[in-house]
């Protein structure tokens, strides 16, 4: 593994860069994050249909299947590399996208590949900030949305919702043995014309579960849920990952080539979206607000 494959020894190239008012240094390290996946079967000619362009082919599963990765996070920390470094407030984020890989597309188990690629199809997060800086430096499709995460080990789950209504709710179940985990995801969006790739170093522990048992996404009445079922997403999932603990640095991209541009969907103009997370035993927690102290 290369230094800019290993998100605590990562040292790749800075950039300055300019998101709206805010001048800022890339890349961002998320060193603190909570996250699980999961990765479903859908129909490989819809999801083909849905790529920009041909530079990008969907993976077949062995069956023939596409692949579908659904991830959830919540982002405790996020610092800037300037100096001294900036932060970004901590938000959640939900992660829809499909397994590709360029050039060829044999069948195979890419749960087991050294290196995961995806193209974002749907990147909600819960604040405007997070938005914006994805949208201008990425061209990642993310929109503002509600995020209510419950940690209920064995199962952990999160409600995306905007305005009112349920996007999905994905749930995991983690089983066996805990792994460690260094393998690099490579994101592919669009922006400008061009298709971006990224490539963002992470690692952490976790537990993997195989099987319809491991884990069930729901969908809900939202045109993102209507867009997964046009994919033909199943709702159990082929595996589930359950981090134990999990970080990652986000670099600037780079043009790999042109394509047209998609922009998934694209959500209401909001501040900041509902984000909590719920323990055993505790109401909600809101994790948007400061900390309120204990009474004396």
Known sequence: MTHRD???????PTSSVRVGDRALRLPLRYPDSACFAAVHPASHDAVAAALPGTALRPVRWVDGRALVSVAAFRYRAVTTADTPAGRLAPYGEVSVAAVVTRGPAPRLLPVLRRR???FVLHLPVT???ARDAGVAL???PKFVADMDFAEERPVRRVTLAEGGTTVFELAVRGRGPVLADRRPAVMYTTLGG???ETVVPMAGRLRVAFGAGAGELRLGDHPVADSLRALGVAPHP???FDYLDHRSVLPAGRPVGPAPAYAGHRGQDRDAGRFTVRYP???PLDLSGPLVPAPA
Do not use: Y
């Not at 290993?6 to 790749?12: E, K, Q």
């Open 127 to 129: 604040t405007r900030e």
């Open 281 to 283: 035993h505790t109401p």
């Open 6 to 12: 290993d998100p605590d020894r990562w040292t790749g």
């Open 238 to 240: 082929l595996a589930v």
């Open 116 to 118: 995961l690629s995806l």
């Open 194 to 196: 061009q298709l971006v």
């Open 138 to 140: 990425w061209g990642f």
